[in-house]
């Protein structure tokens, strides 16, 4: 089993942690390929720059087309997410729409903890278009820049937390989504700290990637 992750942002370290996160979710005689965007941002914080990064994401992953058994897209955005599943045969998921699905499980209520403002409408558009709008409490933000926030891991996960916090208080969020691919570590880290499930989108697609694998297989043994 072959799984390719694509890092939509040019960011090799970023690339380096989510593979490390998802490598440690992967069964035995999994193999894990990842791909770093070869143009675009670091940090992808705005919709222009999501965009843009759908179009790579389609290239690395059509060039790669015959090496991998399935596809997990790192950007909470999900870019590139309908163009690939329209494209491939093989299962295709994001981690905006995986965490989204499992926050929402058992008709729970859900917000997002998260550091990037001009996204904030893209995460409405997605829980909208997967039937959740109602379930959906809305985005708490860290305090701060994006980027200066993800290079200073304890005040990001600081930050973090106050806007879990407020989610789950204020908000009546029953489960917070740690929106980001960039946040996989702050999303580990802050996993257990509340008495309600800290979602890591990192670890929602991997799971969503292997129920999409077992459906698939058994459509094929039916």
């Known amino acids: 089993m072959r799984i390719l992750l694509i890092n939509p942002n040019t960011s090799t370290q970023t690339s380096a942690m989510m593979a490390r996160i998802v490598s440690d979710l992967l069964p035995a005689g999994c193999k894990l390929v990842s791909l770093t965007a070869p143009r675009g941002v670091a940090m992808i914080v705005n919709e222009a720059q999501l965009q843009f990064a759908t179009d790579v994401v389609v290239e690395l992953a059509l060039a790669h087309k015959n090496s991998f058994d399935a596809v997990l897209i ?62 959906f409490c809305g985005t708490r933000l860290a305090d701060g820049d994006p980027l200066q926030l993800t290079a200073d891991f304890a005040r990001l996960t600081a930050e973090l937390a106050i806007a879990v916090d407020k989610s789950w208080r204020i908000d009546g969020a029953e489960a917070v989504i740690i929106g980001g691919g960039p946040l996989g570590d702050a999303a580990t880290s802050l996993a257990g700290r509340f008495p309600i499930p800290i979602i890591s989108p990192l670890a929602a697609a991997v799971r969503q990637l292997f129920a999409m694998l077992a459906e698939q297989d058994g459509a094929i043994n039916r």
Not at 109 to 118: E, K, L, Q, S
Request: a positive charge.
């Open 74 to 135: 790192g950007a909470f955005g999900d870019p590139g997410l309908d163009e690939l599943r329209a494209l491939l045969h093989q299962p295709v998921t994001g981690i905006c729409e995986a965490s989204m699905l499992e926050a929402a499980k058992a008709g729970r209520r859900f917000g997002i903890a998260t550091v990037t403002p001009d996204l904030v409408a893209c995460f409405v558009r997605k829980a909208r278009a997967l039937g959740l709008e109602s379930r």
